[in-house]
C-alpha cells in the first residue's frame, strides 16, 4: 500500500502563487509516476500535470503550462506542484494520485493511490 498526503494549499490572491506538497510513504518503490488533479465544485476532476519518479518526465495541460510546474524529490518521496499566476478559476481542490504501471496519463482511472486532496482557493 502506499499513503499519500497533500499540503500547501490555502487562500491566495489573484496573481499569487502556491507550491502543494505531496508526501508518498510505504511502497513507494513501486509507484512508476504521481499526477496532480483537481476538482472544483460543481465540475468534474481534471488533470493538471503528472511525472515519473525516474526519469522525470512530466506532462501537463495545455492550459497550465507555463504556469504550473511539477518536480518530484526523490530522497523525500515528495512531488511538487509550484502553482504561479493563480487564476480564480484555479480554485479547487487539488489531489495528488500515483501510479504503479508503467506510463504517464491524464486518465484519473490509470492512478492507483489518491491523496485526500488539498483546498486552494483565489480570490479575485
Known amino acids: 500500500q502506499v499513503q499519500l498526503v497533500e499540503s500547501g494549499g490555502g487562500l491566495v490572491q489573484a496573481g499569487g502563487s502556491l507550491r502543494l506538497s505531496c508526501a508518498a510513504s510505504?511502497?513507494?518503490?513501486?509507484?512508476?509516476?504521481m499526477g496532480w488533479f483537481r476538482q472544483a465544485p460543481g465540475k468534474e476532476r481534471e488533470f493538471v500535470s503528472a511525472?515519473?519518479?525516474?526519469?522525470?518526465?512530466?506532462y501537463y495541460t495545455d492550459s497550465m503550462k507555463g504556469r504550473f510546474t511539477i518536480s518530484r524529490d526523490n530522497a523525500k518521496n515528495t512531488v511538487y506542484l509550484q502553482m504561479n499566476s493563480l487564476k480564480p478559476e484555479d480554485t479547487a481542490v487539488y489531489y495528488c494520485?500515483?501510479?504503479?504501471?508503467?506510463?504517464?496519463?491524464?486518465?484519473?482511472?490509470?492512478?492507483?493511490?489518491w491523496g485526500q486532496g488539498t483546498q486552494v482557493t483565489v480570490s479575485s
Open positions: 510505504g511502497r513507494t518503490f513501486s509507484l512508476h509516476a
Open positions: 511525472i515519473t519518479w525516474s526519469g522525470g518526465n512530466t
Open positions: 494520485a500515483a501510479r504503479r504501471r508503467e506510463g504517464i496519463t491524464a486518465t484519473d482511472l490509470n492512478y492507483d493511490y
